[in-house]
Protein backbone atom coordinates (compact mmCIF):
# COMPACT_ATOMS: atom_id res chain seq x y z
CA UNK A 1 0.00 0.00 0.00
CA UNK A 2 1.31 4.02 -0.38
CA UNK A 3 0.95 6.02 2.65
CA UNK A 4 0.61 9.07 1.60
CA UNK A 5 1.28 10.11 5.35
CA UNK A 6 4.89 8.22 5.09
CA UNK A 7 8.13 10.15 4.90
CA UNK A 8 8.43 11.30 1.23
CA UNK A 9 11.44 12.27 -0.55
CA UNK A 10 9.38 16.01 -1.74
CA UNK A 11 8.22 19.08 0.40
CA UNK A 12 4.68 17.98 0.40
CA UNK A 13 1.73 19.00 2.91
CA UNK A 14 -0.69 16.21 3.70
CA UNK A 15 -4.23 16.45 4.46
CA UNK A 16 -5.17 14.48 7.28
CA UNK A 17 -8.17 12.70 5.43
CA UNK A 18 -5.41 11.45 2.85
CA UNK A 19 -5.44 7.62 2.85
CA UNK A 20 -3.47 4.39 1.71
CA UNK A 21 -3.96 3.38 -1.77
CA UNK A 22 -3.02 0.35 -3.87
CA UNK A 23 -1.80 2.16 -6.52
CA UNK A 24 -1.61 5.73 -8.48
CA UNK A 25 -3.05 6.85 -12.15
CA UNK A 26 -2.71 10.36 -13.68
CA UNK A 27 -6.18 9.26 -15.55
CA UNK A 28 -9.03 10.46 -13.22
CA UNK A 29 -11.25 8.09 -15.05
CA UNK A 30 -9.10 5.02 -13.47
CA UNK A 31 -9.43 7.03 -10.23
CA UNK A 32 -11.78 4.83 -7.42
CA UNK A 33 -11.24 3.76 -3.82
CA UNK A 34 -8.36 2.04 -4.19
CA UNK A 35 -6.39 4.06 -6.84
CA UNK A 36 -5.07 7.84 -6.04
CA UNK A 37 -4.86 10.75 -8.79
CA UNK A 38 -1.78 12.63 -9.89
CA UNK A 39 -2.71 15.54 -11.62
CA UNK A 40 -0.07 16.30 -14.39
CA UNK A 41 0.47 19.13 -16.98
CA UNK A 42 -0.97 17.47 -19.94
CA UNK A 43 -0.78 18.56 -23.90
CA UNK A 44 -4.23 20.25 -23.74
CA UNK A 45 -5.34 20.57 -20.38
CA UNK A 46 -3.86 20.10 -16.93
CA UNK A 47 -4.52 17.30 -14.44
CA UNK A 48 -5.64 19.83 -11.99
CA UNK A 49 -9.02 20.12 -14.05
CA UNK A 50 -9.85 16.30 -12.99
CA UNK A 51 -9.13 16.48 -9.23
CA UNK A 52 -12.47 16.73 -7.95
CA UNK A 53 -13.67 13.90 -10.49
CA UNK A 54 -10.92 12.05 -8.82
CA UNK A 55 -11.93 13.01 -5.26
CA UNK A 56 -15.56 12.46 -6.65
CA UNK A 57 -14.81 8.50 -7.51
CA UNK A 58 -13.21 8.11 -4.14
CA UNK A 59 -9.32 8.78 -4.28
CA UNK A 60 -7.63 7.95 -1.56
CA UNK A 61 -5.65 11.28 -2.21
CA UNK A 62 -4.54 13.34 -4.68
CA UNK A 63 -1.47 14.58 -5.97
CA UNK A 64 -1.52 18.42 -6.82
CA UNK A 65 -0.43 21.65 -5.99
CA UNK A 66 -4.15 22.86 -5.31
CA UNK A 67 -5.15 23.16 -1.70
CA UNK A 68 -8.55 20.28 -1.72
CA UNK A 69 -9.79 17.87 0.50
CA UNK A 70 -7.08 14.42 0.60
CA UNK A 71 -4.40 16.14 -1.23
CA UNK A 72 -0.59 15.58 -1.23
CA UNK A 73 -0.40 19.31 -1.66
CA UNK A 74 2.90 20.01 -3.45
CA UNK A 75 4.94 23.80 -4.55
CA UNK A 76 2.82 25.11 -7.52
CA UNK A 77 3.93 23.34 -11.19
CA UNK A 78 6.00 20.90 -8.68
CA UNK A 79 3.23 17.41 -9.57
CA UNK A 80 5.69 15.90 -11.79
CA UNK A 81 8.60 16.49 -9.96
CA UNK A 82 7.30 15.21 -7.12
CA UNK A 83 5.95 12.23 -8.71
CA UNK A 84 9.40 11.33 -10.28
CA UNK A 85 11.37 12.02 -6.90
CA UNK A 86 8.68 9.64 -5.77
CA UNK A 87 9.27 7.02 -8.33
CA UNK A 88 13.62 7.40 -7.81
CA UNK A 89 13.28 6.45 -3.91
CA UNK A 90 10.97 3.43 -4.66
CA UNK A 91 13.02 2.08 -7.54
CA UNK A 92 16.13 2.10 -5.63
CA UNK A 93 14.57 -0.16 -2.83
CA UNK A 94 14.11 -3.00 -5.68
CA UNK A 95 16.93 -5.13 -6.29
CA UNK A 96 16.81 -5.89 -10.21
CA UNK A 97 15.28 -3.64 -12.55
CA UNK A 98 15.50 -4.75 -16.34
CA UNK A 99 15.20 -1.87 -19.26
CA UNK A 100 14.04 -2.86 -22.40
CA UNK A 101 14.47 -0.65 -25.61
CA UNK A 102 14.51 -1.25 -29.54
CA UNK A 103 12.68 -0.36 -32.78
CA UNK A 104 10.75 -3.57 -32.37
CA UNK A 105 10.09 -6.51 -30.53
CA UNK A 106 10.57 -4.68 -26.83
CA UNK A 107 6.96 -5.30 -25.52
CA UNK A 108 7.41 -9.11 -26.77
CA UNK A 109 10.77 -8.82 -24.97
CA UNK A 110 9.07 -7.30 -21.52
CA UNK A 111 6.55 -10.38 -21.58
CA UNK A 112 9.01 -13.39 -21.67
CA UNK A 113 11.45 -11.82 -19.69
CA UNK A 114 9.07 -10.98 -16.86
CA UNK A 115 7.90 -14.69 -17.37
CA UNK A 116 11.21 -15.73 -17.21
CA UNK A 117 12.20 -13.98 -13.80
CA UNK A 118 8.99 -14.02 -12.84
CA UNK A 119 8.31 -10.34 -12.60
CA UNK A 120 6.85 -7.16 -12.05
CA UNK A 121 6.04 -6.63 -16.30
CA UNK A 122 5.78 -2.36 -16.98
CA UNK A 123 2.10 -2.62 -18.50
CA UNK A 124 1.54 -1.67 -22.07
CA UNK A 125 1.42 2.32 -21.87
CA UNK A 126 4.48 3.03 -21.30
CA UNK A 127 5.15 6.91 -20.78
CA UNK A 128 7.17 8.64 -18.21
CA UNK A 129 4.04 9.04 -15.81
CA UNK A 130 3.19 5.64 -15.90
CA UNK A 131 6.53 4.34 -15.34
CA UNK A 132 6.88 6.08 -12.44
CA UNK A 133 3.16 5.12 -10.91
CA UNK A 134 4.77 1.37 -12.39
CA UNK A 135 8.22 1.96 -10.03
CA UNK A 136 6.42 3.37 -6.68
CA UNK A 137 3.47 0.54 -7.13
CA UNK A 138 5.93 -2.40 -7.24
CA UNK A 139 9.76 -1.00 -6.31
CA UNK A 140 9.49 -2.41 -3.14
CA UNK A 141 8.59 -5.88 -4.05
CA UNK A 142 10.50 -9.03 -3.50
CA UNK A 143 10.08 -9.42 -7.29
CA UNK A 144 12.03 -7.95 -10.48
CA UNK A 145 10.86 -5.31 -12.36
CA UNK A 146 10.59 -5.29 -16.01
CA UNK A 147 10.26 -1.29 -17.86
CA UNK A 148 9.80 -1.30 -21.54
CA UNK A 149 11.77 1.91 -22.37
CA UNK A 150 9.93 3.29 -26.03
CA UNK A 151 11.25 7.21 -27.29
CA UNK A 152 10.03 8.60 -30.07
CA UNK A 153 12.59 12.24 -29.49
CA UNK A 154 15.93 12.82 -29.03
CA UNK A 155 16.82 13.15 -25.39
CA UNK A 156 14.40 10.71 -24.13
CA UNK A 157 16.31 8.25 -22.91
CA UNK A 158 18.27 9.97 -21.05
CA UNK A 159 15.55 11.43 -19.07
CA UNK A 160 13.83 7.46 -19.17
CA UNK A 161 17.70 6.13 -17.85
CA UNK A 162 17.38 8.99 -14.97
CA UNK A 163 14.28 7.77 -14.05
CA UNK A 164 14.54 3.90 -14.14
CA UNK A 165 18.37 3.26 -13.49
CA UNK A 166 18.19 -0.02 -14.85
CA UNK A 167 20.80 -2.57 -13.83
CA UNK A 168 20.09 -4.60 -16.77
CA UNK A 169 19.67 -2.23 -20.25
CA UNK A 170 18.68 -4.25 -23.41
CA UNK A 171 18.10 -3.54 -27.00
CA UNK A 172 16.31 -5.59 -29.33
CA UNK A 173 16.86 -4.26 -32.39
CA UNK A 174 17.68 -0.97 -34.90
CA UNK A 175 15.87 -0.02 -37.65
CA UNK A 176 13.79 3.36 -39.24
CA UNK A 177 11.29 4.18 -36.63
CA UNK A 178 9.90 7.54 -34.83
CA UNK A 179 12.03 9.26 -37.56
CA UNK A 180 10.24 12.33 -36.95
CA UNK A 181 11.37 12.87 -33.83
CA UNK A 182 14.68 10.97 -33.55
CA UNK A 183 16.02 12.01 -37.35
CA UNK A 184 17.77 9.14 -38.73
CA UNK A 185 19.07 5.75 -37.66
CA UNK A 186 22.00 6.60 -36.62
CA UNK A 187 20.32 8.91 -33.95
CA UNK A 188 18.07 6.16 -32.75
CA UNK A 189 21.49 4.23 -32.53
CA UNK A 190 22.85 6.79 -30.47
CA UNK A 191 20.24 7.52 -28.32
CA UNK A 192 18.66 3.66 -27.93
CA UNK A 193 22.15 2.50 -26.54
CA UNK A 194 22.20 4.93 -23.92
CA UNK A 195 20.73 2.09 -22.43
CA UNK A 196 23.54 0.16 -22.75
CA UNK A 197 25.10 1.86 -19.69
CA UNK A 198 23.33 0.24 -17.48
CA UNK A 199 25.73 -2.32 -14.95
CA UNK A 200 24.73 -5.88 -17.48
CA UNK A 201 24.07 -4.73 -21.01
CA UNK A 202 22.14 -7.23 -23.83
CA UNK A 203 21.86 -6.62 -27.69
CA UNK A 204 19.54 -8.85 -29.80
CA UNK A 205 21.36 -10.42 -32.70
CA UNK A 206 19.62 -8.03 -35.28
CA UNK A 207 20.85 -5.28 -33.03
CA UNK A 208 24.48 -6.62 -32.91
CA UNK A 209 26.39 -4.84 -35.61
CA UNK A 210 25.44 -1.54 -34.32
CA UNK A 211 26.84 -2.05 -31.04
CA UNK A 212 30.59 -3.97 -31.04
CA UNK A 213 31.47 -5.55 -27.85
CA UNK A 214 28.21 -5.85 -26.19
CA UNK A 215 27.03 -9.40 -25.27
CA UNK A 216 24.25 -10.81 -27.60
CA UNK A 217 21.46 -13.46 -27.55
CA UNK A 218 19.61 -15.27 -29.95
CA UNK A 219 20.44 -17.66 -32.70
CA UNK A 220 23.21 -17.94 -34.88
CA UNK A 221 26.42 -16.15 -34.44
CA UNK A 222 25.54 -14.28 -30.83
CA UNK A 223 26.97 -14.65 -27.36
CA UNK A 224 24.20 -16.49 -25.63
CA UNK A 225 22.36 -18.89 -28.71
CA UNK A 226 19.56 -20.71 -28.49
CA UNK A 227 20.43 -24.15 -30.33
CA UNK A 228 18.47 -26.27 -33.13
CA UNK A 229 15.63 -23.81 -33.09
CA UNK A 230 12.30 -25.74 -35.24
CA UNK A 231 8.96 -23.64 -35.52
CA UNK A 232 6.34 -25.18 -36.76
CA UNK A 233 2.30 -23.68 -37.16
CA UNK A 234 1.52 -24.85 -33.81
CA UNK A 235 5.07 -24.39 -31.54
CA UNK A 236 8.51 -22.52 -31.56
CA UNK A 237 10.99 -25.30 -30.35
CA UNK A 238 14.88 -24.72 -28.98
CA UNK A 239 17.41 -26.06 -26.63
CA UNK A 240 19.49 -23.82 -24.50
CA UNK A 241 22.26 -25.25 -22.58
CA UNK A 242 20.79 -29.06 -21.56
CA UNK A 243 16.97 -27.30 -21.32
CA UNK A 244 14.37 -28.08 -24.07
CA UNK A 245 12.05 -25.35 -24.22
CA UNK A 246 9.17 -24.89 -26.21
CA UNK A 247 6.57 -21.80 -26.70
CA UNK A 248 2.84 -22.47 -28.45
CA UNK A 249 2.06 -20.04 -31.41
CA UNK A 250 5.23 -18.41 -31.49
CA UNK A 251 7.46 -17.33 -34.14
CA UNK A 252 11.51 -16.83 -34.16
CA UNK A 253 10.93 -12.93 -32.80
CA UNK A 254 9.36 -14.70 -29.47
CA UNK A 255 11.99 -17.56 -29.28
CA UNK A 256 15.07 -14.85 -29.36
CA UNK A 257 12.88 -13.07 -26.21
CA UNK A 258 12.78 -16.70 -24.37
CA UNK A 259 16.35 -16.72 -25.07
CA UNK A 260 16.94 -13.53 -23.57
CA UNK A 261 14.73 -14.32 -20.76
CA UNK A 262 16.32 -17.58 -19.83
CA UNK A 263 19.63 -15.85 -19.77
CA UNK A 264 19.16 -13.35 -17.27
CA UNK A 265 17.14 -15.93 -15.34
CA UNK A 266 20.29 -18.24 -15.01
CA UNK A 267 22.63 -14.71 -14.36
CA UNK A 268 19.75 -13.98 -11.68
CA UNK A 269 20.36 -18.02 -9.94
CA UNK A 270 17.04 -18.54 -11.13
CA UNK A 271 16.04 -22.49 -11.49
CA UNK A 272 16.07 -22.96 -15.22
CA UNK A 273 13.34 -25.08 -15.01
CA UNK A 274 10.77 -23.21 -13.60
CA UNK A 275 11.85 -20.12 -16.30
CA UNK A 276 11.15 -23.13 -18.83
CA UNK A 277 7.74 -23.83 -17.46
CA UNK A 278 6.88 -20.10 -16.91
CA UNK A 279 8.15 -19.05 -20.94
CA UNK A 280 5.68 -21.99 -22.31
CA UNK A 281 2.64 -20.24 -20.84
CA UNK A 282 3.45 -16.52 -21.08
CA UNK A 283 0.58 -14.74 -23.03
CA UNK A 284 1.97 -11.04 -25.18
CA UNK A 285 -0.93 -8.43 -25.12
CA UNK A 286 -3.41 -8.49 -27.92
CA UNK A 287 -1.91 -7.38 -31.32
CA UNK A 288 1.33 -8.51 -31.12
CA UNK A 289 1.45 -11.43 -33.41
CA UNK A 290 -1.22 -13.57 -31.44
CA UNK A 291 -1.57 -16.61 -33.73
CA UNK A 292 -5.85 -16.75 -34.11
CA UNK A 293 -6.26 -20.52 -35.66
CA UNK A 294 -9.40 -21.66 -37.25
CA UNK A 295 -10.62 -22.64 -41.00
CA UNK A 296 -8.08 -19.87 -41.91
CA UNK A 297 -5.43 -19.03 -39.45
CA UNK A 298 -4.93 -14.98 -38.77
CA UNK A 299 -2.02 -13.73 -37.20
CA UNK A 300 -2.83 -10.58 -35.27
CA UNK A 301 0.32 -8.28 -35.45
CA UNK A 302 -2.01 -4.85 -35.66
CA UNK A 303 -0.87 -2.75 -32.45
CA UNK A 304 2.13 -1.41 -34.18
CA UNK A 305 4.56 -1.29 -37.21
CA UNK A 306 7.77 0.17 -38.02
CA UNK A 307 9.89 -1.31 -41.23
CA UNK A 308 11.90 -3.62 -38.97
CA UNK A 309 8.87 -5.27 -37.34
CA UNK A 310 7.10 -5.59 -40.71
CA UNK A 311 10.05 -7.56 -42.32
CA UNK A 312 10.14 -9.97 -39.14
CA UNK A 313 6.31 -10.36 -39.11
CA UNK A 314 6.87 -11.18 -43.03
CA UNK A 315 9.43 -13.68 -42.26
CA UNK A 316 7.16 -15.33 -39.83
CA UNK A 317 4.57 -15.36 -42.00
CA UNK A 318 6.45 -17.31 -44.75
CA UNK A 319 7.22 -20.37 -42.21
CA UNK A 320 3.76 -21.02 -41.99
CA UNK A 321 1.88 -23.56 -44.27
CA UNK A 322 -0.50 -22.68 -46.42
CA UNK A 323 -1.17 -19.88 -49.06
CA UNK A 324 0.22 -16.43 -47.07
CA UNK A 325 -1.38 -13.38 -47.35
CA UNK A 326 -0.13 -9.72 -46.15
CA UNK A 327 -2.86 -7.25 -45.14
CA UNK A 328 -0.52 -3.66 -44.61
CA UNK A 329 -1.84 -0.50 -43.13
CA UNK A 330 0.10 2.64 -42.85
CA UNK A 331 3.43 3.17 -40.88
CA UNK A 332 3.74 6.49 -38.95
CA UNK A 333 6.21 8.81 -37.77
CA UNK A 334 8.65 7.97 -40.97
CA UNK A 335 8.68 11.46 -41.34
CA UNK A 336 10.54 12.24 -45.14
CA UNK A 337 11.54 8.50 -45.79
CA UNK A 338 7.64 7.60 -45.51
CA UNK A 339 7.19 7.00 -49.28
CA UNK A 340 10.14 4.73 -50.04
CA UNK A 341 9.97 2.86 -46.41
CA UNK A 342 6.35 1.74 -47.55
CA UNK A 343 7.35 0.74 -50.76
CA UNK A 344 10.78 -1.45 -49.65
CA UNK A 345 8.68 -3.46 -46.79
CA UNK A 346 5.87 -3.62 -50.01
CA UNK A 347 8.63 -4.79 -52.00
CA UNK A 348 9.55 -7.07 -49.31
CA UNK A 349 5.95 -8.48 -48.76
CA UNK A 350 5.60 -9.42 -52.34
CA UNK A 351 8.55 -11.45 -51.65
CA UNK A 352 7.08 -13.12 -48.86
CA UNK A 353 3.23 -13.43 -49.18
CA UNK A 354 1.33 -15.07 -52.11
CA UNK A 355 -1.55 -11.85 -51.90
CA UNK A 356 -0.63 -8.46 -50.70
CA UNK A 357 -3.40 -6.15 -49.75
CA UNK A 358 -2.09 -2.31 -48.68
CA UNK A 359 -4.74 -0.18 -47.44
CA UNK A 360 -4.13 3.61 -46.44
CA UNK A 361 -2.88 6.59 -48.22
CA UNK A 362 0.06 4.52 -49.07
CA UNK A 363 -1.91 1.41 -50.12
CA UNK A 364 -0.23 0.92 -53.60
CA UNK A 365 3.43 0.63 -51.77
CA UNK A 366 2.39 -1.93 -49.52
CA UNK A 367 0.54 -4.65 -51.72
CA UNK A 368 -0.94 -5.48 -55.13
CA UNK A 369 -4.52 -4.99 -53.81
CA UNK A 370 -4.73 -1.33 -52.79
CA UNK A 371 -7.16 0.54 -50.95
CA UNK A 372 -8.25 3.61 -49.60
CA UNK A 373 -10.25 2.62 -46.22
CA UNK A 374 -10.53 0.06 -43.65
CA UNK A 375 -14.05 -1.17 -45.00
CA UNK A 376 -13.25 -1.24 -49.02
CA UNK A 377 -10.25 -3.66 -47.45
CA UNK A 378 -12.49 -5.88 -45.67
CA UNK A 379 -14.64 -6.79 -48.13
CA UNK A 380 -11.87 -7.45 -50.57
CA UNK A 381 -10.54 -9.83 -47.94
CA UNK A 382 -13.63 -11.82 -47.39
CA UNK A 383 -14.22 -12.32 -50.75
CA UNK A 384 -10.76 -13.78 -51.11
CA UNK A 385 -10.27 -15.41 -48.28
CA UNK A 386 -10.01 -19.43 -48.11
CA UNK A 387 -9.71 -22.53 -45.85
CA UNK A 388 -5.88 -22.83 -45.02
CA UNK A 389 -4.89 -19.55 -46.09
CA UNK A 390 -2.61 -17.58 -43.54
CA UNK A 391 -3.15 -13.66 -43.22
CA UNK A 392 -0.67 -11.27 -41.33
CA UNK A 393 -2.38 -7.92 -40.43
CA UNK A 394 -0.21 -5.28 -39.07
CA UNK A 395 -0.08 -1.93 -38.93
CA UNK A 396 0.84 1.13 -36.69
CA UNK A 397 -1.73 2.18 -34.35
CA UNK A 398 -2.15 5.88 -34.52
CA UNK A 399 -3.03 6.21 -30.62
CA UNK A 400 -3.83 9.66 -31.63
CA UNK A 401 -6.34 9.08 -33.59
CA UNK A 402 -10.19 8.73 -33.72
CA UNK A 403 -11.91 5.58 -34.46
CA UNK A 404 -13.24 7.02 -38.04
CA UNK A 405 -9.50 8.48 -38.74
CA UNK A 406 -7.94 5.35 -37.99
CA UNK A 407 -10.59 3.75 -40.87
CA UNK A 408 -9.70 6.32 -43.02
CA UNK A 409 -5.94 6.73 -42.66
CA UNK A 410 -5.57 2.81 -42.55
CA UNK A 411 -4.33 2.30 -39.15
CA UNK A 412 -4.75 0.87 -36.08
CA UNK A 413 -5.73 -2.35 -38.03
CA UNK A 414 -7.74 -4.35 -35.12
CA UNK A 415 -10.64 -3.63 -36.18
CA UNK A 416 -9.07 -5.96 -39.26
CA UNK A 417 -8.35 -8.82 -37.23
CA UNK A 418 -11.94 -8.55 -34.89
CA UNK A 419 -13.68 -8.73 -37.92
CA UNK A 420 -12.24 -11.44 -39.91
CA UNK A 421 -12.25 -13.54 -37.04
CA UNK A 422 -15.96 -13.08 -36.16
CA UNK A 423 -16.58 -13.41 -39.60
CA UNK A 424 -14.58 -17.10 -39.81
CA UNK A 425 -16.21 -18.42 -36.80
CA UNK A 426 -19.77 -17.25 -37.43
CA UNK A 427 -21.76 -20.44 -37.72
CA UNK A 428 -22.64 -21.36 -41.45
CA UNK A 429 -26.43 -21.22 -42.11
CA UNK A 430 -27.87 -25.09 -42.81
CA UNK A 431 -28.64 -25.81 -46.18
CA UNK A 432 -32.56 -24.27 -47.10
CA UNK A 433 -32.66 -22.18 -43.91
Request: some cysteine; glycine content about 10%; overall charge negative.
Amino acid sequence: MLDPHASLPYSATVHPDARRAKRLTWDSREAGPDVAFVALPGEKMHGNAFVQQALDRGAPFVLTDQDVPRAVRVPEGGAQAALFAWARRERARNRLVVGITGSAGKTTAKTYVAAALDAHAMPVFNTMPAIACFLIQFGASPRPLVVEMGIDRLGEMAELMDLVRPDVGVVTTIGPAHLEGLGSVENIVREKGLILAAPRALVGAQAAAHYPGVDSYGFGDVTFAGQDLEITPQVARFCFGSWRVILPLASRVQAEAAVLGLQLAREAGLTMLDAAVRLSVASVPGGRYRVLPGRFTIIDDAYNASPVAVRAALDALQAQPGRHVSVLGHMLELGEQERALHAEVGAYARERADLTFGVGPLAAELGDRAYATVPELLDALKAELRDGDVVLVKASRGISMTPAERLQAGVGLDVVVNELQAWRDAPTPAAGH
